[in-house]
């Protein structure tokens, strides 16, 4: 039974040229790969192709992976090179320095952009992390293995980002902002 093996198990059992267990690691993997090309791209459609690419260069490379039990970071660092490369691809405009402040709150509408906004401002650490854990719903355990930090790390990560998210969710016209 695949979803019992433990990640190293499969990861070595792919490197072997199993593809059972490359497609099981691509099933646990994909959604945190995607997360990881959004925090970077903004654009799902590109970040699912850039956690594709990641996947396409994992399988190739896999043999030459020296620790199993770090695979989940391994791609990661895969899937963020590729989420850059199609970026500078794309070539994506620098995000503007001053936040747009809303007169009298904000729509529905106005509400997303203004919230997408104040994400896309975070450091790439800190969406990453948002993004793994609130866009994904990894548990604190799936994203230690996929960035390779502790999960005191995450926890300290998630509540910065939170803090940021809401100075400027206040900035921009919201009134109470509790995350």
Not at 78 to 91: T, V
Not at 114 to 137: C, H, M, N, Q, T
Request: net charge neutral; with cysteine.
């Amino acid at each position: 039974m695949m979803e019992s093996k433990p990640d190293s198990v499969l990861v070595e059992q792919a490197a072997k040229g199993d593809g059972e267990s490359f497609t099981e690691l691509c099933r646990r993997y994909y959604g945190a790969m995607v997360a990881i090309g959004h925090a970077i791209i903004r654009d799902r459609h590109l970040a699912e192709d850039a956690a594709q690419q990641a996947f396409a260069k994992a399988a190739v490379n896999l043999p030459k992976l020296r620790r199993a039990d770090q695979f989940g970071l391994w791609l990661a660092a895969i899937c963020r090179n590729e989420a850059k490369d199609l970026a500078r691809a794309r070539r994506e405009p620098p995000v503007a320095e001053e936040p747009a402040v809303v007169e009298g709150g904000a729509d529905s509408g106005e509400s997303d952009k203004i919230v997408r906004e104040a994400l896309s401002r975070l450091p790439a650490e800190a969406k990453e992390v948002i993004y793994l854990r609130f866009y994904d719903g990894l548990s604190y355990d799936r994203i230690s293995a996929v960035l390779g930090i502790s999960e005191q790390a995450i926890n300290g990560r998630l509540r910065r980002a939170k803090k940021r998210l809401a100075q400027y969710l206040r900035r921009s016209g919201f009134d109470e902002v509790d995350l």
